[in-house]
């Protein structure tokens, strides 16, 4: 039995570009896929933290240390420039791997810089 786990995100990076007539994708700077683990050409997850719109495409690479994240194609409607948004990639994991299992979880500054990385989220607390 295959789970489908969070492999990585990018947790609230602001977009940079939105490109309609650009092939679409999502172009994320090159560092930041690398730190993230994510593949050029990998399916990724997008939620738009600033509307609520989710949607799937595929990473492309984009300049390193630029900064980076360019919603394109169609996906552009969903986006603006300065939206935050969350980047998830997810992986099938076997039940006999999921005790050791940990996401990569990369939290972002306002210009797209890392500000820390963790392999856990806190509990939620009732409030």
Same mark, same amino acid.
């Given at each position: ?6 492999? $990585?995100?990018? #947790?609230?990076?602001?977009?940079? #570009? ?16 690398? /730190? =993230?683990? !994510? ?6 997850? &997008?939620? *738009? +933290? ?6 799937? $495409?595929?990473? +492309? ?6 900064? !980076? +994240? ?5 996906? /552009?409607?969903? /986006? ?5 948004? !969350? &980047?998830? =990639?997810?992986?099938? +994991? ?14 972002? *500054? #306002?210009?797209?810089? !890392?500000?820390? $990385?963790? *392999?856990? &989220? ?6």
């Amino acid at each position: 039995m295959q789970h489908m786990m969070l492999k $990585t995100k990018l #947790h609230r990076a602001r977009v940079t #570009h939105a490109e309609l007539e650009y092939e679409g994708s999502c172009a994320i700077d090159s560092e930041l896929l690398d /730190a =993230a683990g !994510i593949h050029e050409y990998e399916q990724i997850h &997008i939620y *738009n +933290i600033n509307n609520g719109e989710r949607f799937s $495409t595929y990473a +492309i690479r984009a300049e390193a240390g630029s900064g !980076i +994240i360019s919603i394109n194609g169609a996906a /552009a409607r969903k /986006a603006c420039v300065n939206d935050l948004v !969350i &980047i998830c =990639a997810y992986v099938g +994991i076997g039940q006999d791997a999921l005790a050791d299992f940990k996401p990569n979880l990369i939290y972002m *500054n #306002h210009d797209n810089s !890392i500000s820390h $990385t963790d *392999n856990s &989220i806190p509990v939620q607390l009732a409030s």
